[in-house]
C-alpha cells in the first residue's frame, strides 16, 4: 500500500481499477470508440501523406519545368556553335555560367564521347560521365529527373539536332532542393496542427457517439436486473434498435416459458401433495374409527384393515410411479441400450397382464408382421408399453378387446394399440400425457390410476428418441401409436 493525495490506496484497489480497466476494454462502447477512431483517424492520415506527396512533387515537377525550358535554348547554342566538337563560345559559358548562378547549382556538357566538355565548377573537365542514366539519355530516353532526401536534384537531358533528332551530347544540371523539402516541412507542420485537432474532435465525437448507441443495451440491463428482482413482471419493450427489440422479445418469450414451467412445477409439488396426502387421510379415518369404538366386531375391524391395507398399496404405486418419473426425467445417460427381441418383449408384456385381462373378459390379441429388433433400454421401453396396454384393459368395457401390433420399416418399428373402451374426451385428448392429469377422476380412483402413467410412458418413448400420438372418439375405444428408432441415436 501507499500514500496519494493524502489517501490510503492498497494494492487490491489498484487491482479493482484494472479489472474494471479490463472490463471496459471488453464492452461493445470500447469497441464502437475505436472503430469511430478508426475511422476518422486513417482516412485522416493517408490523406496527410497524399497531400504532403503531391505537393512536393508538384514543386519537383514545376522547378525541373523550368529548367528544362531555359536549357532548350542553350541546347540549340550548344549544337550551332560546335560547342560539343570542341569550339569555344564566350557566349555559351556565360549563358551556362548564368543558369549556374540562377538555381545556385552546377551544369555539366556532355559530348558524343561521355566526356566532360564543360563544367562550371571547373573540377570534372575533361573527365568522362559513364553512368546507365547517361547512356538512356543518349538513347532518347526522355528528360529524366533524379532527387533524393539530402536536398539535392539532378535534372540530365539530351541535347538534339531538330531536323535530324540526333542526340549530339547531353547536359546535367544539380542544383540544390533545400527550399522545396523546407517548404514540405512547413505544409507538415501545419498540417500536423490541423490533423490533432481532427483527432481530438474525432475522440470526442467517438466517446459521445459510443455512449449513445450502447445506451439501448444498457436499458436492457437495467431492466433485466429489475425483472430478477421481481419488479418488471409484464415483460419489457426497447425498439430503439432491431437488435434491442429481437433481444426483448427473446427474453420476455423465454420469461413466458419460465412462468409455464414454474406453474406447471406449483401444479405438480401440489398435485403430488394432495395424491400422498389422500390415501394417508384414508388411513387416519379408518384407523380413529377403530380407536374410537373400544369393542369392535371382528368382522367390521377385518374390513377397515382390508381397506387400509388398499390405502397402503395405492400409496406405494404412487410412490414407486414417481420414483419412475424421477429416473426417466435424468438425462439420456441413465439409459442402457442394448439390442432388444420386441416381438418377446411384447409377448412377455402380454403374459403378465393378461390375468387382468381375463378378470374383465377382455380378448388380447397380438398381431406382428416380420421380427423386430432394436437398440433400445428393455426395461423403460417395457414400462411405457405396459402402462398403454394396462389401461387398454383397465378403461376398457366388459368383454371388450385390446388389439397389439407390431411392424417395422427401414428406420423404425411400429406399435399400435387398440382398444373398445370408454374413449377419451377430444377436449382432455391433448392433457392426458401431462402428470396427474385424469380424465374421470372417480374412475381413475376406483381403479387404482395415479395420473402417472401416460406421463411415464411418454418420457420413456422420447428418451428413445421416439414419438406417441393417440387417436380417440369417446364411447367407441381409443388407438395409441408409438414409433421408436430401430437403431438409438445420440
Request: one cysteine or more.
Amino acid at each position: 500500500m501507499y500514500i496519494r493525495n493524502g489517501e490510503l490506496v492498497t494494492i487490491s484497489s489498484i487491482k479493482k481499477y484494472l479489472h474494471a480497466l479490463g472490463d471496459f476494454r471488453k464492452s461493445l462502447q470500447f469497441r464502437i470508440f475505436i472503430f469511430f477512431i478508426l475511422v476518422g483517424t486513417i482516412p485522416l492520415f493517408l490523406l496527410k501523406y497524399g497531400m504532403l506527396y503531391s505537393h512536393q512533387e508538384e514543386m519537383m515537377d514545376r522547378h525541373s519545368a523550368m529548367i528544362r525550358n531555359q536549357c532548350i535554348q542553350i541546347s540549340n547554342d550548344l549544337i550551332e556553335t560546335g560547342y560539343l566538337e570542341g569550339e569555344r563560345s564566350e557566349i555559351v559559358d556565360m549563358e551556362l555560367a548564368q543558369l549556374a548562378k540562377l538555381y545556385d547549382g552546377r551544369v555539366l556538357v556532355v559530348d558524343e564521347s561521355f566526356c566532360i566538355i564543360k563544367d562550371t565548377y571547373g573540377a570534372d573537365e575533361g573527365k568522362y560521365l559513364i553512368s546507365k542514366e547517361a547512356m538512356d539519355c543518349f538513347d532518347g530516353i526522355n528528360t529524366t529527373f533524379y532527387g533524393n532526401r539530402n536536398g539535392s536534384a539532378k535534372i540530365m537531358l539530351p541535347v538534339m539536332e531538330e531536323q535530324t533528332d540526333e542526340v549530339r551530347g547531353i547536359m546535367v544540371i544539380s542544383f540544390p532542393a533545400s527550399d522545396i523539402y523546407q517548404s514540405g516541412k512547413l505544409l507538415n507542420k501545419n498540417v500536423q496542427i490541423l490533423q490533432w485537432g481532427v483527432i481530438l474532435l474525432v475522440v470526442i465525437f467517438a466517446f459521445y457517439m459510443s455512449r449513445v448507441l450502447v445506451k439501448p443495451f444498457r436499458k436492457v440491463t437495467n431492466f433485466l436486473e429489475e425483472s430478477s428482482t421481481g419488479v418488471e413482471e409484464e415483460g419489457i419493450s426497447l425498439p430503439d434498435y432491431t437488435e434491442t427489440q429481437l433481444l426483448t422479445d427473446a427474453y420476455n418469450k423465454m420469461m413466458v416459458r419460465m412462468k409455464e414451467l414454474d406453474d406447471s412445477r406449483q401444479e405438480f409439488v401440489s398435485n403430488v401433495s394432495h395424491e400422498l396426502k389422500t390415501p394417508i387421510t384414508s388411513m387416519k379415518v379408518l384407523a380413529d374409527s377403530l380407536l374410537m369404538q373400544p369393542d369392535v366386531p371382528i368382522e367390521l375391524y377385518q374390513e377397515f384393515m382390508k381397506d387400509m391395507s388398499e390405502e397402503i398399496d395405492r400409496e406405494n404405486k404412487i410412490i414407486n410411479d414417481l420414483l419412475s418419473l424421477v429416473k426417466l426425467d435424468k438425462k439420456s445417460g441413465d439409459i442402457h441400450i442394448q439390442p432388444t427381441n420386441i416381438n418377446e418383449l411384447l409377448e412377455l408384456i402380454l403374459k403378465r397382464l393378461r390375468p387382468i385381462a381375463d378378470k374383465k373378459n377382455v380378448e388380447l390379441v397380438m398381431e406382428t408382421f416380420r421380427p423386430v429388433t432394436a437398440e433400445v433400454d428393455e426395461t423403460k421401453l417395457t414400462l411405457a408399453l405396459s402402462n398403454l396396454v394396462e389401461n387398454a384393459i383397465k378403461y376398457n368395457k366388459e368383454n371388450g378387446w385390446v388389439h397389439i401390433s407390431l411392424n417395422v420399416d427401414h428406420k423404425y418399428f411400429y406399435v399400435k394399440i387398440e382398444d373398445s373402451g370408454i374413449g377419451i374426451p377430444e377436449e382432455s385428448q391433448e392433457h392426458i400425457f401431462e402428470r396427474f392429469y385424469r380424465v374421470d377422476k372417480s374412475h381413475s380412483r376406483e381403479i387404482g390410476g395415479t395420473g402417472l402413467g401416460l406421463a411415464i410412458t411418454r418420457n420413456a418413448i422420447l428418451m428413445h428418441r421416439g414419438a406417441i400420438k393417440v387417436y380417440s372418439k369417446e364411447g367407441e375405444g381409443t388407438t395409441f401409436t408409438v414409433r421408436v428408432p430401430i437403431n438409438y441415436v445420440e
